[in-house]
């Protein structure tokens, strides 16, 4: 193959930067534009861990390598992400880009043209689209307009359709519920009347300490006249929540499975689901299907732990064992559990439940991030497998760790697991 043009190299240069996998990622977006011009430039052999350093990552000129890692980390992350992308998102006779170890040049490889996978058989008709219950909420709106019009398409390895075949399998709808915690969201009035509405604001409690004023200008807009009060909503949800739920919905579309999405505040009860795939996204302080599920799991549980005064993930018969998330600098490290039901039926069908939280909303996306990767469902069969069980098992729970940055992860990797039930 000839030495791809600068017109392909800028080409797949874009197709990396405004890709699902490093949309959120700036910083490493960043260092890997500044490589590849540096590379165009011909600068490329002369490119070393200081200069990283100080032009991309903001160091100061006194940055010393043998104390500061983060070019290291930040160029392990982003061979990784690259391995990631063109593995489940990048289009298919793609100019690949990669970066060797030990060096920051860019290399630009021609597509590996593999065969195609077999892949679960689609039904006669085409692949509907997510079924929207609910239009209505906003914050779903807008998780999907990012992840259901881009991102990768699956390619349904052994592994996946092993793990998923159940879900996709169904012949109703699969049921993406996501958790309702109920928000006081902040309004301003300015010297105007307060509005005649239902659900009145709180006037008496307004959030008017000089603190909050300034949380609140930092991320809204102040009217010359401000007066903030409280609006209450049970129907908002959490962005992490969302997305991951919209990621849900779009990987099964790509499978051919309709899915519907139900707030899960207007399900009275698990009537609504029975005999359904659910996928639930939500914690259990305000999701009551999560709540059952994870009680009655009797191992590990998420939300506060008053021994530590935090949030933790903790395992139920000792609170002495538990997980924590952690910050290092601009960066976040968060945990997200996913408890793994499956079920057979007297008609030998497998019937398979999954719940999507963390500490934070971002473990949700970290878990069905995690669970749609090929590389992540086969690591963890081969740690099963390395245990003795040989089949999926019957409750299974697994903490996954992400380095997440404004609240969208970056890397989702294993933590822990634990097979309650075989």
Known sequence: MESPTQSERQQ????????????????????????????????????????????????????????????????????????????DEAAIGQLRITIPKGTYIPQFDPPKLNPVPDVLPIPKTAPQPVAFLVPCLAVWGMAAAGYLTSGPRWRLDRELREFWGPVLASTQPVAICVGQPVHLWVRDYGANPLPLTYHPPFEDAPPASDAFLRFYREHSLLLADSRLVLHPSPNATLWGDSAGAALAGKFLA????????????????????RGRAPLIFGRPEFTALANRYLTAANGYQVGYLPAIRKHAIWWLADPGKYYLNTTTGAHQSNLGLIPIQTEKTPGFQVHRTIIFNGITSDGSLAGIEYLTNSGSVADLRNRLRAEGVDEWPALLQVIVRTTSSDGYPLNVVHEKHAVLRR
């Open 12 to 87: 797949a240069l874009g197709a990396v930067l405004n890709s699902r996998i490093f949309r959120r990622s700036d910083s490493l977006k960043r260092l890997f534009t500044y490589l590849v011009e540096q590379d165009n430039l011909g600068r490329g052999n002369s490119l070393g861990e200081c200069e990283i350093a100080i032009q991309v990552l903001g160091r100061m000129k006194e940055f010393s390598p043998d104390t500061d890692s983060s070019v290291r980390t930040r160029m392990h992350t982003l061979r990784q992400k690259l391995d990631e992308y063109y593995h």
């Open 254 to 273: 790509n499978n051919g499975v309709t899915s519907e999405l139900l707030p899960e505040g207007t399900l009275k009860s698990e009537v609504a689901i």
